[in-house]
């Protein structure tokens, strides 16, 4: 048998080599992070004591807010602790923890695209019976089901990894306990968590991902039908705000992962990780907010 030493500890190498610009950096993270978590608080406490926002648009917007929420609580402390120290540890455990947090919440978000889209599909393509169809109990229902869903295939994902042995290397070029970086630490065969991880991966993001263009090729369809400007433009802004979302959320999730992970090309990819754990959780509800007249005077009845 041959000695290995077990693996306790992680090792993020996060982003090194900032010399005069780490202070302005971290300052930048800190900023964003801080506004962040108020902009989603806030959408969230309105969407709660409004009245005026009881929609499910608002609804599953409350939802979204919430997951960006717990995915900057996540990622954003440790990232700050890496570009501080230029590098943290972390416990396997805690390791493997975050991994399991950050696969929900990106998983939730995937879903809850998803309900949104076919909450547009809906109000657009089949306005006469929206109040009918998309009722209190079935927004519960589609919201309950997302949480179930993204809990389960997460934790059937992570198991095969979180069972892995990890000894000799402990050092991750990412400033996150991201999957497939973890497993490229494993000494024991990963076949079987590698073709999980992408099995699962299509009922969470290929399918969604699939449902969400469906939906928007039936709306643009029923867009084009109305004859009025005036008309197609009030029809075409009630799913502006969440189709620039979506293009902001599966856009950088896409280019992250068909980089190639491996040598300087993980580099690539570590930087691209960004935009969807700390910059698409700082942006999209300023997108609603700005988009939307009802959130505006939401605020401003409870500042008056």
Known sequence: MQNHSMVTEIFLVGFQHLH???ILIISLILLIHILTISENALVIALVTVSR????????????????DLLET??????LLRTVMNEGAKIPLIG???????FGVTEALQCLLLTVMSYDRYLAICNPL???SIMNHRVCVKLIAMSWLLALSLTVAAQIPAATQEFCNQNTINHFLCDFFPLLELSCSDTSLAQILAITVSAPVIVFPFILIIGSYICIAHEILKIVSSIGRQKAFSTCSSHLAVVSIFYGTLIVTYVVPTRNQSQTISKHLSLLYTVVTPFINPMIYSLKSADMKNALKNIIQ
């Open 20 to 22: 005069n610009f780490k």
């Open 52 to 67: 005026g926002l009881q929609s499910p648009m608002f609804f599953f917007l409350q939802q979204l807010s919430f997951s």
């Open 73 to 78: 609580m996540v990622i954003v402390p440790t």
């Open 95 to 101: 390791c493997i923890v975050q991994l399991y947090l």
């Open 129 to 131: 019976r929206y109040s």
